[in-house]
């Protein structure tokens, strides 16, 4: 069964500071990997997603995430925080043997960004 | 161009009542899942619509979970003799039908925040 799993229920970083945000999965067969983002009180938000090709994926608001088969990972980077960067992030599979392809979450981060 | 809506944004109810969450996808998705958001549980998948195919239905919790899709639209889950265990915001998504060689991108409601008393 595919699960995905992020390190940190919470991450504090300083304005201007790197963000990292760890996601690791678990999947029999090449997975489909997805960032989401989601602000107070709305809905989710998808900043980048893998599927094939390159490893390096860059999204938006300034967010990339590399797809490392080796590590079975898939960490969420920004070279630099905003303010408006808090938010929580949930990292998501889609197994390419699931013909519904329902997404499959981890249990979410939340970026607090100090001034 | 709208995106994904849903009604009502906030419900309380007393438990053992019924209630109706609706969903409006994005005009000419296909695709149409409902998740659900909890302190407990995280966010989890409930059902899913494709077209005129039979929906998957793998992650509803409980027989007084259903869902229906009308016209291949709007979208209604159904919660029948609610419990305070299902207290939790659900959100709908929706998507194209995918393409070959193409994953499409799900987009999500803002959600119903369901609290049962």
């Known amino acids: 069964a595919q699960s995905v799993t992020q390190l940190g229920s919470h991450v504090s970083v300083s304005e201007g500071a790197l963000v990292l945000l760890r996601c690791n999965y678990s999947s029999s067969v090449p997975p489909y990997l997805f960032w989401y983002v989601q602000y107070p009180n709305q809905g989710l938000q998808l900043l980048l997603k893998y599927t094939t090709g390159a490893t390096l994926v860059k999204g938006i608001n300034g967010f990339e995430a590399e797809f490392k088969k080796s590590e079975t990972s898939f960490h969420l980077t920004k070279p630099s925080a905003h303010m408006s960067d808090a938010a929580e992030y949930f990292c998501a599979v889609i197994t390419r043997m699931d013909s519904s392809y329902k997404l499959i979450f981890g249990s979410g981060t939340r970026l607090l960004v100090r001034p | 161009g709208a995106g994904v809506s849903q009604s009502p944004s906030n419900k309380v109810t007393e438990k053992g009542k019924d209630v109706e969450l609706r969903c409006d996808p994005i005009?000419?998705?296909?695709?149409l899942y409902w998740y659900r958001q909890s302190l407990g549980q995280g966010l989890e998948f409930l059902i899913y619509f494709q077209g005129n195919s039979a929906p998957d239905k793998s992650g509803l919790p409980s027989d007084r979970f259903s869902a229906e899709r009308t016209g291949g639209s709007v979208s209604t889950l159904t919660i029948q003799r609610t419990q305070q265990e299902d207290s939790a915001v659900y959100l709908c998504?929706?998507?194209?039908?995918?393409?070959?060689?193409?994953?499409?991108?799900?987009?999500f409601g803002p959600g119903t925040r369901l609290t049962v008393l």
């Open positions: 005009s000419g998705h296909t695709a």
């Open positions: 998504a929706s998507s194209l039908l995918r393409g070959a060689g193409e994953l499409p991108t799900q987009y």
